[in-house]
């Protein structure tokens, strides 16, 4: 007899609620007298069906039994979440890369694959006497640029920043790297990421790195075209 | 729990004295005729009389090994169960009806109370944890509401497969989480009320030896 077989998952319970037929359920109490895993059987399914009057009772279960209702937030949450994405995707896009990586040692820290970038272009940038001339670039890829210090030591170590330009050395930082101390031939030597920046007007510097903010730093004006 | 009565003193029920017999543990079985009975120690004498009938057997030689006492005992308890529930046609397990069962709790001792709510906690989280919806309803329809495995498959567009896929899985986590517990076993109090029950009725029916 299939159904009185103890291993039917559905037979303890259809035992417990009088479905089986007298002789299944004959059969069923013969094998519940001899198997103690039948018995631990019933017991689970009665502490069950107690469990859940109980939940009846106390007039939790119609909650259970309902679909869990959307929060009332969560459309406003998927829509920041939309919003969000969308403006870190422009950012991403469109705005100028984080500082450490616009300006760099060497091509291959501005590198995005395993290749580095080709170097377009070479420029030497020294203080004059008078006006400092600007020096204009194209923004076609990564710009060597040499800078020579105009306090030459070799003890001194350097921090190289370049920001947006309006003359007065207080525009907004748009990339920096610790540059290090002077090469052999007096120059530091940077690597502008030049295609990650808008057109328009830039300023680099170079000041020693244990100085204050207020240190006087060489200042190069350049002009992305 | 395991019930572990002591028999020493009952020579001649058992065969081979000193030997002890373990009564297993019966608080679902106690829970539900306290539940249909409506009385909590009404289920206790309906226990007690289950274990008195199978001394009585055991006595006539009617259960061959003292070892089988256990499930001879949940068997007459069980017995007593679908009596009950065939007497007493008010116990409401029809799914359409809204009747209020009987309150089980009023009568229940506070130990017999913490257990079943205990139950209770555990029957929500397994409710909880079974998704969709339609499942949890199955699980209440068919072991709260009894309805048949049928009826059930038809009105929510089941195979038998799933559905004894649902309870097959229901049945595993619902151990698992008593186990974790510690509720597969019955409370201490279970023991002693047991041993004490044993040693009342079988001074009452006269199977000591005088």
Known sequence: ?225 | MEAVAGMEATPSTLKSPGQQVILRNMAGLRAQLARITGSSELAADLLQDAVVTALQKLNAGEISDAAHLDGYVYRVALNHLRNHRRKNRSYAIDARSVAEPTDATETALPTESLEADQWAQLAKRLLQEVHPVRDRELLVRFYLREESKEELCHELGLTESHFNRVIYRARHRFRELLERRGLTKSDFVSIVAMVTLLGHSVSLHGIYPA
């Open chain 1, 1 to 225: 007899m299939a159904s009185t077989q103890p291993e039917a998952e559905d037979l303890v319970p259809r035992y417990l609620a009088g479905q089986l037929t007298p002789a299944e359920s004959e059969a069923f109490e013969r094998a519940l007298s001899e198997r103690a895993e039948l018995r631990d059987q019933t017991e689970q399914a009665l502490k069950l069906k107690e469990g859940l009057a109980r939940l009846r009772e106390r007039g939790e279960l119609d909650a259970l039994l309902r679909a869990p209702a959307r929060p009332r937030w969560l459309p406003y949450a998927a829509a920041a979440a939309v919003a969000m994405i969308s403006l870190a995707t422009l950012a991403w896009l469109y705005l100028p890369r984080s500082a450490s990586s616009l300006l760099a040692l060497s091509p291959q820290q501005l590198a995005s694959g395993e290749r580095p970038p080709p170097v377009v272009a070479s420029y030497v940038l020294a203080r004059m006497r008078g006006t400092a001339p600007v020096t204009e670039l194209g923004r076609a890829g990564v710009v060597e640029l040499r800078v020579l210090p105009s306090m030459l030591s070799s003890a001194v170590s350097y921090r190289a920043q370049i920001r947006t330009g309006d003359g007065t050395g207080r525009g907004r930082v748009v990339g920096e790297v610790d540059a290090g101390r002077a090469a052999a031939d007096g120059y530091v030597t940077l690597y502008l990421d030049a295609a990650q920046l808008p057109p328009g007007d830039y300023e680099v510097s170079l000041s020693p790195s244990a100085a204050g903010p207020d240190a006087q730093a060489d200042r190069f004006p350049l002009r992305l075209r």
